[in-house]
C-alpha cells in the first residue's frame, strides 16, 4: 500500500501544502469539493483491501458452492482494478460478532451476503459508515440498501410454470424460514407460477425446515407420509434441499420423474451430477460477484450517489427430475 506525502498529494489536487493540510483537518475555509478532491487522491493511493463477509456459509467457505462462485466473481474485477480482497465469515444471527475486518478498520468497503442475516446485523455493519454491496435482499425495505439481486420471485414462478406444465397434479414448496425475503419471494413467484397454469398451493403444502440435504429429506418423509394417488411437483428452494428430497424418494422407491417432479434452485454444481440429474433454477453466481464489486468501488470513488441495485433474472435449467407426468403409474 502506497502513502503519499502532504507534498505529493498537493501536486496531484493541484493546491499548496497547507491546503491539503487544512482540508485534512476539516478547516471550513477549504470547499467540500477540494476536501472530496483530496481524499480521493489519498484513497485512491492509500488503498485498503475490499472486505467480502458471509454469513452462515455451508459448511467452510471453500464447500459453499454458491457464495465460491460469488467470490470468484468478486475477485475477477478487483484482480482487473488491481486491488487486493480480505475475505472472512461470521454469524449473522449476533450483532456483537462482527467479521474482524470490519471492527478493527481493515477494509475500505464491504460485500456481504449469506443467510440468515438479521435486521439488527444489518443495522450494525451499515453503522460502521463503511460502504457496504449486499448479495441479495435484506430488511423490509430493500430499497434503501445498494445490492446485487438474483429476481427470487421470477425464479419460484418460472419452477410453478414447469412443474405445472410437466403435468404433476399436487404440489409443495420446501424452503427455509419464511421470514427472510430469499425464501419468502421464491414462495410468491412459486405460488404465482401455479396460479398462471390453472394451480394451487394449499397452505399444508408449504414445508419449513433446515435449507439443506438433511432438511429437504426430512421434509419429503412428511411428504411421503401424506398418502396420495396424484403424481407430485416439489419446488425446494435450494439445490442442497432438492438432494435431500431426491434421496427420500429414491430410497422409498418412488419413480422421478413419472410420480415425483422436483425442481432446485441456484444450479450448483451438484445439480448436475447426482441421479436423476437436477431440474433448477440457475442464478448467475459469478456475474453476481462481478457487480457488487462494481458497485463497491463505484460508490468508494464516489461515482454513484444513494443505493444502486443491480437485478438479474434466472434461468429455468431442465434436466432430468421433471418431466412430463405418467397419469398412471403400473
Not at 8 to 37: G, M, W, Y
Not at 43 to 63: F, M, R, W
Not at 181 to 201: C, I, P, V, W, Y
Request: net charge negative; hydrophobic share 35%.
Amino acid at each position: 500500500m502506497t502513502k503519499l506525502s502532504m507534498r505529493e498529494i498537493a501536486k496531484l489536487a493541484h493546491v499548496s501544502p497547507s491546503t491539503v493540510s487544512r482540508a485534512l483537518q476539516d478547516h471550513p475555509s477549504i470547499s467540500q469539493q477540494t476536501k472530496r478532491r483530496i481524499q480521493n487522491i489519498i484513497n485512491q493511493h492509500e488503498q485498503k483491501p475490499i472486505g467480502v463477509v458471509i454469513a452462515n456459509p455451508t459448511g467452510d467457505l471453500a464447500d459453499d458452492t454458491f457464495f465460491s462462485e460469488v467470490i470468484h466473481g468478486v475477485s475477477e474485477f478487483l484482480r482487473r482494478e488491481e486491488r487486493q480482497m480480505l475475505v472472512e465469515t461470521f454469524d449473522g444471527t449476533n450483532q456483537q460478532g462482527l467479521p474482524s475486518l470490519v471492527t478493527e478498520k481493515q477494509v475500505s468497503g464491504l460485500i456481504v451476503g449469506g443467510i440468515p442475516i438479521l435486521d439488527e446485523v444489518i443495522y450494525a455493519l451499515l453503522d460502521t459508515n463503511l460502504p457496504i454491496v449486499f448479495i441479495g435482499k435484506y430488511l423490509h425495505d430493500p430499497s434503501t440498501l445498494s445490492a446485487v439481486i438474483s429476481d427470487n420471485v421470477m425464479g419460484g414462478r418460472l419452477a410453478g410454470q414447469h412443474l405445472a406444465e410437466c403435468g404433476y397434479d399436487e404440489f409443495y414448496f420446501l424452503g427455509g424460514d419464511l421470514k427472510t425475503n430469499t425464501f419468502a419471494d421464491r414462495l410468491q413467484g412459486f405460488k404465482e407460477g401455479l396460479e398462471s397454469q390453472g394451480k394451487n398451493l394449499p397452505k399444508e403444502n408449504i414445508l419449513v425446515s433446515d435449507m439443506n440435504q438433511q432438511g429437504g429429506y426430512t421434509s419429503t418423509l412428511e411428504i411421503l407420509r401424506r398418502k396420495s394417488t396424484t403424481n407430485r411437483g416439489i419446488f425446494a428452494s435450494t439445490d442442497w434441499m432438492a438432494a435431500g428430497v431426491i434421496r427420500a424418494l429414491q430410497q422409498n422407491q418412488i419413480p422421478i420423474p413419472q410420480r415425483y417432479g422436483v425442481v432446485g434452485y441456484s444450479d450448483l454444481d451438484l445439480a448436475s451430477h447426482i441421479y436423476p440429474t437436477l431440474t433448477s433454477i440457475r442464478v448467475e453466481k459469478t456475474a453476481m460477484g462481478y457487480l457488487a464489486a462494481r458497485n463497491l468501488l463505484d460508490q468508494i470513488g464516489e461515482w454513484v450517489q444513494g443505493p444502486v441495485q443491480n437485478y438479474l433474472q434466472p434461468q429455468l435449467i431442465i434436466r432430468e427430475s421433471t418431466s412430463l407426468a405418467e397419469q398412471e403409474v403400473s
